[in-house]
């Protein structure tokens, strides 16, 4: 494994990834782990009502929950399509929609009161999506958000993006850039990084897994605690990806292939820990 660079400072002695899951396991219990869910636990596909998580990420992360503090998915999906896909795993907290949605360890869902009055325009764009975007691009209604993708039509990516953008203006929403994919989102102060730099404030270490520019945030969360607490052990892990992935490699401490990679990488990781 390649060196990490910990914190906004190289470390005095780098550490690679055995070492920092060591020291992880000497602080395990107040340890967070947090995964993005799309390109991270789970392969992109074109269809993205078609997605299914690594069967090996998923039963590593079943067995790392009762080890560490805290596990975490935090994505751009809404709620119950997570609880959906990963069976009822017990023990991991829920945060859809870039965290206007949360539910923990099993419980029901809440919802970011000021997102609530969004809903019926979000219903509208959607609707309205399907009515003047040209064949070929996938309109995603996630009650909160509307994502328009165009993976399976890459040519169609400017003028996606150019509709998109010129909604968002007219209705006062805000734009999240992905993977061949343009979110439209209600103007909340919810995203990846504030949900990790609230639930880390008590714990003494996180590692952060993601593919996408979103996941960013999340890695300077994470780089922010670092440097306001020496003893704290923020680990960024880029899993790679052909569209946003140099971007998001570069503001990594290191990089997985595939979320089959990561799979592996976590049970690697089971052995370090008690």
Same mark, same amino acid.
């Given at each position: ?25 000497? *602080? ?194 994470? *780089? ?51």
């Amino acid at each position: 494994m390649p060196p990490l660079n910990l914190g906004n400072q190289p470390p005095k002695t780098p550490l690679n990834a055995d070492q920092a899951w060591r020291i992880t396991a000497s *602080r395990a219990a107040g340890t967070v782990l947090f995964f993005d869910f799309d390109g991270t636990l789970a392969p992109v596909d074109d269809d993205p009502t078609a997605v299914r998580p690594a069967p090996k990420a998923l039963a590593a992360i079943e067995a790392l929950a009762p080890v560490v503090q805290r596990v975490a998915i935090v994505s751009a999906r809404p709620v119950e399509f997570l609880r959906d896909q990963l069976g009822g795993l017990a023990g991991v907290d829920l945060y859809g929609l870039y965290g206007l949605e949360h539910s923990h360890s099993g419980g029901e869902t809440v919802t970011e009161p000021a997102a609530l009055p969004w809903v019926p325009t979000m219903a509208e764009l959607a609707d309205l999506a399907r009515a003047e975007l040209p064949p070929g691009t996938l309109v995603e209604f996630k009650r909160l958000s509307v994502a328009l993708h165009w993976r399976t039509a890459p040519q169609l990516g400017s003028t996606v993006q150019q509709w998109g953008q010129a909604q968002a203006d007219r209705l006062g929403l805000r734009v999240q850039a992905g993977r061949m994919v343009l979110e439209l989102k209600p103007p909340v102060d919810r995203d990846k990084g504030m949900v990790i730099g609230e639930a880390i404030k008590d714990a003494t270490g996180a590692w952060y897994f993601g593919d996408d520019v979103s996941d960013i945030k999340a890695f300077a969360a994470l *780089r922010a605690r670092a440097a306001a607490d020496p003893d704290f052990l923020g680990v960024c892990v880029a899993v790679a990806n052909p569209e946003t992935g140099q971007e998001v490699a570069t503001a990594a401490d290191l990089t997985i292939e595939s979320p089959a990679a990561l799979g592996d990488f976590l049970t690697q990781a089971l052995t370090h820990l008690p």
